[in-house]
């Protein structure tokens, strides 16, 4: 019995490390691939923290902005120029991005990544018509 309550202390500890890794991972990727424009204003991206200027952004809604953005938008490229980053990263980064700039997001649930997605192939359906 001793070994077991162990093994699940251990486990339970394990979980608790890798959910602050998660938690943490919106802010880590901002820093790796988003804050060189969004830090910076380049080319006329909104800054980190200017609730003016995402407020009409956040406005759009979750599933849209993380989409839309994750596909490219206006300036910004796709996937903010890190060809390797997933749905699930951007949207854990534009939360962040978020949640400092006026709004109150959570990271989202699979219901909404599904939705994302969606949204995804229907903003590449309809740049790939023009």
């Not at 006329?44 to 609730?51: E, R, S």
């Not at 956040?58 to 839309?68: K, M």
């Not at 206006?74 to 980064?93: H, I, Q, T, Y």
Request: hydrophobic share 45%; glycine share 10%; net charge positive.
């Amino acid at each position: 019995m001793m070994l077991k309550t162990k093994v699940l202390t251990f486990a339970a500890t394990i979980f608790a490390f890798s959910s602050l890794a998660y938690a943490q991972s919106g802010e880590s990727t901002y820093k790796q691939v988003c804050a060189s424009c969004h830090g910076a204003g380049v080319l006329n991206a909104p800054k980190l923290g200017d609730k003016a200027k995402w407020a009409p952004l956040i406005a759009e809604g979750q599933v849209i902005l993380t989409a839309h953005g994750y596909v490219g938008v206006r300036a910004m490229p796709a996937k903010g120029g890190s060809p390797n980053l997933s749905v699930e990263g951007f949207a854990d980064a534009l939360v962040y991005i978020v949640n400092n700039s006026g709004g109150k997001w959570t990271a989202p649930d699979a219901k909404t990544v599904v939705a994302i997605n969606k949204e995804i192939e229907a903003r590449k359906a309809g740049l790939n018509k023009k």
